[in-house]
């Protein structure tokens, strides 16, 4: 089977070799901020909250606004903390998110030095993410990562 990208046909393992590389090249020096829009972000905002990233990047004259890659995204999975952001390649989270909070986080994590400063939370090792105790899933005692992969 293959399949059709921007007039290319991936059609063995080696091109869609070829396609990966060249597409990570292109993200290279990219910052990429994923901004939760899924169900439960959506009702509490998110879109607002994307715009008021837009607005605050595009106020900055800097060269390194041309590496930021703004985009909304799926669910997160931390639904329960609140609006959340994602800042990638540094695995920064941020949650409970709300519009006044935007100025500071484009300042400190984005341009005060090339990637930021210390991550808040690694989005990899939020302890909420394993299973609870009373989940179906005691006996594996398994976390979510463990069942994803």
């Not at 985009?71 to 519009?99: A, D, F, R």
Request: charged share 25%; net charge positive.
């Amino acid at each position: 089977m293959a399949v059709k990208t921007n007039k290319k046909t991936i059609n063995s393992p080696e091109v869609l070799k070829k396609k990966a590389e060249e597409l990570g090249k292109e993200l290279e020096n990219k910052i990429i901020i994923s901004v939760c829009s899924g169900p439960g972000c959506k009702v509490l905002s998110s879109e607002n909250l994307f715009s008021a990233l837009q607005k605050e990047i595009g106020k900055r004259n800097s060269k390194d606004t041309e590496k930021i890659i703004l985009k909304k995204t799926g669910c997160h999975g931390y639904c329960e903390k609140g609006l959340s952001i994602i800042i990638q390649p540094q695995g920064i989270c941020y949650l409970g998110v709300i519009e006044k909070d935007i100025p500071e986080i484009v300042e400190k994590t984005i341009y005060q030095s090339p990637w930021g400063v210390v991550p808040v939370s690694s989005h990899i090792a939020i302890s909420f993410l394993l299973v609870p105790e009373s989940s179906p899933l005691e006996t594996n005692k398994a976390s979510l990562a463990e069942i994803v992969m």
